[in-house]
């Protein structure tokens, strides 16, 4: 029997003259009209902007806070799996991270990742958020999905860390810059070809801070196919992913059995 799972990335468009509150209550409603579908995806700082650094410390919410309760309603609205990108939290302790929400079909908060490679040098993001620590995967019913978000896609040992814990469907919420596009899509597609395993990326669309972003929302079969790729603009990009082609891709060209060298009990 095929299994299949029905993906759709909610490529947004982040405009800083459209109010947070409006966004919000916006891609709620584009969430609820993936009703039918079995997990969608959104992108990384997409309430606030990944460039906008200034304000990281000012839209910065609790865990359960008004991004998370909108997205929780919005995914049992619409009986979907959501990876509801990332947003700016506040930890009750004080420091902020960049931190990913997944809600189930009920609107249960199931799963969360803190970003754990900042970017910026020693500037913007890597001064301003916190590290997280831990590889984080997700059970669905049929796969499981590994979690990790933007920079961390040019870190290829988090990616071997998250096959080796199981996961067959790698989820990349994104805020990439225009200037760096083929990186994208290069990136997309290694990750997928070395851990034999789908990869959904998604970014946003539109320009703030002054920085223009990619677009080009991503999804990568395990054998380096791209199945689907949007262009520059706010667009939902939906694709069906046949689950047994991991299975037969790691079994017909068994290459990660052949590994040698590991990463240690940590996985970074």
């Given amino acids: 029997m095929v299994v299949t799972v029905r993906v759709s990335l909610i490529q947004t468009a982040v405009d800083p003259a459209e109010p947070v509150a409006d966004r919000r209550e916006r891609v709620a409603g584009l969430v609820r009209e993936q009703r039918g579908r079995d997990l969608v995806v959104l992108p990384e700082l997409w309430h606030v902007g990944a460039f906008a650094y200034e304000s990281f410390a000012t839209e910065a919410e609790p865990l359960h806070g008004p991004t998370a309760e909108a997205m929780s309603a919005a995914a049992r609205d619409a009986g979907v799996w959501l990876h509801a990108g990332s947003i700016a939290e506040r930890d009750p302790e004080g420091p902020l991270f960049n931190t990913s929400l997944v809600f189930s079909p009920s609107g249960d908060l199931v799963r969360t990742y803190r970003k754990i490679h900042r970017f910026g040098f020693d500037r913007g993001e890597a001064v301003l958020m916190s590290a997280g620590t831990e590889i984080v995967t997700v059970p669905l019913p049929d796969t499981t999905l590994g979690l990790a978000t933007c920079y961390d896609l040019r870190f290829p040992e988090l990616f071997r860390a998250l096959v080796d814990a199981g996961a067959q469907l790698l989820v990349i ?21 070395e851990n034999q ?63 040698v060298l590991r990463t240690g009990p940590s996985g970074v």
């Fill in 173 to 193: 919420p994104a805020g990439w810059p225009e200037r760096r596009r083929e990186h994208w899509t290069l990136l997309a597609r290694a990750r997928a070809v």
């Fill in 197 to 259: 395993s789908y990869v959904v990326a998604c970014g946003t669309a539109g320009t703030h801070a002054n920085v223009p972003q990619a677009g080009h929302s991503i999804v990568v079969d395990p054998w380096g196919t791209v199945l689907a790729e949007a262009g520059p603009d706010e667009e939902i990009l939906t694709v069906e992913l046949d689950l047994e082609r991991v299975t037969k891709t790691r079994e017909e060209f068994p290459a990660l059995k052949d590994r």
